[in-house]
């Protein structure tokens, strides 16, 4: 499942071909994914210069020049592919149309998208630019953890009085967005903190150090995806999974990377997902 680096991946891939470009052409091959598309949503898209492609959480929204934002969610398996790029950093061919694209954009300057998703978790959906922040999907993020408003007086007050494990806290949507499973257990790792310490038992201190780990995590990892980009472009056009090695994320009984600890990585379940964790080095 993608999370924020490889949604942010996929945005940066996605930004050359299509910001300031006109989509000449929307193909929308089934009535919904996860949820029903919008009504009319090939006819709102026809014509429209996408303006601005941004991401929130996990989201990717395109502004367009009709007062309209287009959100974009991969879900569990969703993939973009671009082929016919003017900029020739992608495979100029287009490919045969294959049995789980659901949706197609032809972009006025020749670059193809294809939204891929054999799973249909993803969701595509059409709002008011000027609103946006209060769509369903939106509405009840809290802060981006890049942004400035992840800030260290921010974290240390959501977890202030809270019982729940670090790991659930660090989760919720509410306290910071886009945070997934792989990003926090790696987070912790570097920050020595044990999973399922309470997070209102942990010293503001603590907490407060959590805030650039977290940045620092996300950032390493768009990086790696920014380095994969031209790989992905070289091979199928496809963009956003990448390889990337985690300290802790899928290493149960491999050695800690830590100098000096001999500890193995261990593995608990919290709220039916894996926590991967060092025993020694997370109090
Ligand atoms: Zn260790």
């Given at each position: 499942?993608?999370?924020?680096?490889?949604?942010?991946?996929?945005?940066?891939g996605?930004?050359?071909?299509?910001?300031?470009?006109?989509?000449?052409?929307?193909?929308?091959?089934?009535?919904?994914?996860?949820?029903?598309?919008?009504?009319?949503?090939?006819?709102?898209?026809?014509?429209?210069?996408?303006?601005?492609?941004?991401?929130?959480?996990?989201?990717?929204?395109?502004?367009?020049?009709?007062?309209?934002?287009?959100?974009?969610?991969l879900?569990?398996?969703?993939?973009?592919?671009?082929?016919?790029?003017?900029?020739?950093?992608?495979?100029?061919?287009?490919?045969?149309?294959?049995?789980?694209?659901?949706?197609?954009?032809?972009?006025?300057?020749?670059?193809?998208?294809?939204?891929?998703?054999?799973?249909?978790?993803?969701?595509?959906?059409l709002?008011?630019?000027?609103?946006?922040?209060?769509?369903?999907?939106?509405?009840?993020?809290?802060?981006?953890?890049?942004?400035?408003?992840?800030?260290?007086?921010?974290?240390?007050?959501a977890?202030?009085?809270?019982?729940?494990p670090?790991?659930?806290?660090?989760?919720?949507?509410?306290?910071?967005?886009?945070?997934?499973?792989?990003?926090?257990?790696?987070?912790?790792?570097?920050?020595?903190?044990?999973?399922?310490?309470?997070?209102?038992?942990?010293?503001?201190?603590?907490?407060?150090?959590?805030?650039?780990?977290?940045?620092?995590?996300?950032?390493?990892?768009?990086?790696?995806?920014?380095?994969?980009?031209?790989?992905?472009?070289?091979?199928?056009?496809?963009?956003?999974?990448?390889?990337?090695?985690?300290?802790?994320?899928?290493?149960?009984?491999?050695?800690?990377?830590?100098?000096?600890?001999?500890?193995?990585?261990?593995?608990?379940?919290?709220?039916?997902?894996?926590s991967?964790?060092?025993?020694?080095c997370?109090?």
């Amino acid at each position: 499942m993608p999370e924020l680096p490889e949604v942010e991946t996929v945005r940066r891939g996605l930004a050359p071909v299509m910001e300031g470009q006109v989509i000449a052409r929307a193909q929308v091959n089934r009535p919904d994914l996860r949820w029903p598309f919008p009504p009319g949503m090939a006819g709102r898209l026809t014509g429209r210069r996408v303006q601005a492609l941004r991401r929130r959480s996990k989201y990717i929204l395109a502004d367009l020049d009709s007062g309209e934002t287009l959100l974009v969610h991969l879900g569990m398996s969703g993939r973009m592919l671009v082929s016919g790029d003017p900029l020739g950093v992608f495979v100029h061919d287009h490919p045969a149309p294959e049995k789980h694209d659901h949706v197609v954009l032809d972009m006025e300057n020749g670059a193809r998208i294809t939204f891929n998703d054999p799973r249909r978790f993803g969701a595509m959906d059409l709002m008011e630019t000027a609103t946006a922040d209060s769509h369903k999907l939106l509405a009840a993020l809290g802060p981006e953890p890049l942004g400035n408003d992840f800030s260290e007086p921010h974290l240390v007050a959501a977890f202030r009085g809270r019982n729940t494990p670090v790991k659930a806290a660090l989760l919720d949507q509410h306290i910071v967005a886009g945070l997934g499973n792989i990003y926090v257990c790696e987070a912790l790792y570097r920050a020595r903190i044990y999973p399922q310490r309470k997070a209102g038992r942990i010293s503001a201190r603590r907490v407060a150090a959590l805030v650039p780990v977290i940045r620092q995590v996300l950032t390493d990892a768009i990086a790696a995806g920014g380095s994969s980009l031209r790989d992905f472009r070289q091979a199928d056009g496809e963009l956003g999974y990448f390889q990337h090695s985690f300290d802790v994320y899928g290493r149960e009984g491999q050695p800690c990377r830590t100098p000096g600890c001999e500890a193995k990585i261990a593995r608990i379940v919290q709220s039916g997902r894996s926590s991967f964790y060092c025993p020694i080095c997370q109090r």
